[in-house]
Nanobody
């Protein structure tokens, strides 16, 4: 499984941004897809995850009601729509795959990782 994340950028507080993660590989669609982020000097943290088959979603409390995860089966792509961005959302965002749903918020459970895309929110 290979993952390609894109869409990061320099934003202002209150802006919106959509990240994409395109996957490839024979068993890609069997897995949970997750987004994680890591800010400088901080631990990697869970953002959101989606079950590729069922479309079930889950979010960290810090992004709930602001971020939306979705998938496009035909394009084999998962999206993270981020709205009302805050300075504390500044981080490198990583997409990941290979975890089970019960472990979807646990980053060590993911087998495959994209390269990360930088999101900076600053006024």
């Amino acid at each position: 499984v290979q993952l390609q994340a894109s869409g990061g950028g320099l934003m202002q507080p209150g802006d919106s941004l959509r990240l994409s993660c395109k996957g490839s590989g024979r068993t890609f669609s069997n897995y949970v897809m997750g987004w994680f982020r890591q800010a400088p000097g901080k631990a990697r943290e869970f953002v959101s995850a989606i079950s590729w088959r069922l479309g079930s979603t889950t979010y960290a409390d810090s992004v709930k009601d602001r971020f939306t995860i979705s998938r496009d089966n035909n394009k084999r792509t998962v999206f993270l729509q981020m709205t009302n961005l805050k300075t504390e959302d500044t981080a490198i965002y990583y997409c990941a795959s290979g975890a089970t749903w019960s472990e979807s918020s646990n980053w060590p459970s993911y087998k495959y990782w994209g390269q990360g895309t930088q999101v900076t929110v600053s006024s």
